[in-house]
DNA sequence: TTTAATTAAGATAAAATTGTCTGAATATAG
DNA sequence: CTATATTCAGACAATTTTATCTTAATTAAA
């Protein structure tokens, strides 16, 4: 499961993704407004995620964040593991830290097959897909 | 992601169902030694646990935990849902609590069937499985 | 019945996560 | 150049999760 701060991270830049499609900043307020949640701390984990180079920022007036479409490549997945870590995409299912196909855990195995499902959705989910316009009414990024 | 404590549950659950094979008693010590984690907290848990009719406890002099072969039939996923609750079988991936069907998130459809799979697992894997000593050499609860 | 070792329960403490505040730096329009 | 609105950065605060402490109740052996 994912953390807080990580759900917010990826409802956030699937906004911006969707929002800033023309080159267009958008700000914090818009942002915290279009996803439903707590503005000053979305404004932190993109601060964070700026940093790390998954998308730009603009300080001073009439700033913002926006995704250009080299960055509209980066995957769900990219989020997840610049957020959280990789620890749910390659963990133990029973959090045995040593875990391993020489030292399995007791659902190793079988475990590992459905975490890489899920890996593999988050990593083919780009934010360029959501750029795409016939998406745009399927997608809710917060209570309606 | 499970939560640390749901993680210790699990491996004490295992551990408890091994070594209570034929009704004998395992104290927190045991078992806090035999899965590698803290003895107080391993001791909380499993009187929640025990509340909740996962498995027997007996206090005093030579007490203990066990459990029987009725509780043998309890599967992993019934843990994780006594710790965790169910958000971790049903919750969204982006973490939307309205989520539904009717109002999917981006990634809901391919979601879904691969948390169901991860439920699946956990599902079927029952404690009684691990009281089977073919299994016994392979299991690993703890650093070796 | 006494004693010792255990679980039970509630309070407390520590650590991690989530969220806010404040002031500085920055950029743009006028 | 000035005024204004924004991000940036670090400190701070609140909440949740993880872990410990203390005392009581319980059990069985001797």
């Known amino acids: 499961m ?16 969707q929002q800033s499609k023309n080159g267009s ?9 279009g996803i439903d949640s707590p503005e000053l701390f979305i404004g932190k984990i993109l601060q964070g995620l700026s940093r790390q180079g998954l998308l730009q920022s603009l300080p001073g007036r009439y700033g913002g964040f926006y ?16 957020i959280d870590g ?3 995409f390659n963990g133990c299912g029973v959090g045995l830290d040593y875990c391993s196909e020489k030292k399995p855990c007791p659902i190793h195995t079988e475990y590992k097959k459905a975490r890489n499902a899920i890996y593999k959705i988050y990593k083919e ?8 316009s016939a998406n745009k009414g399927e997608i809710r990024l917060k209570r309606v």
């Open 2 to 17: 994912l953390s807080k701060t990580c759900e917010y991270a990826i409802r956030a830049m699937i906004y911006i993704a």
């Open 25 to 33: 900043m958008v700000n914090v307020k818009q942002i915290s407004s």
């Open 67 to 82: 995704i250009s479409d080299a960055e509209a490549k980066i995957s769900l997945a990219d989020i997840v593991i610049a």
């Open 86 to 88: 990789d620890k749910i």
């Open 125 to 132: 989910s780009t934010l360029a897909q959501f750029r795409e």
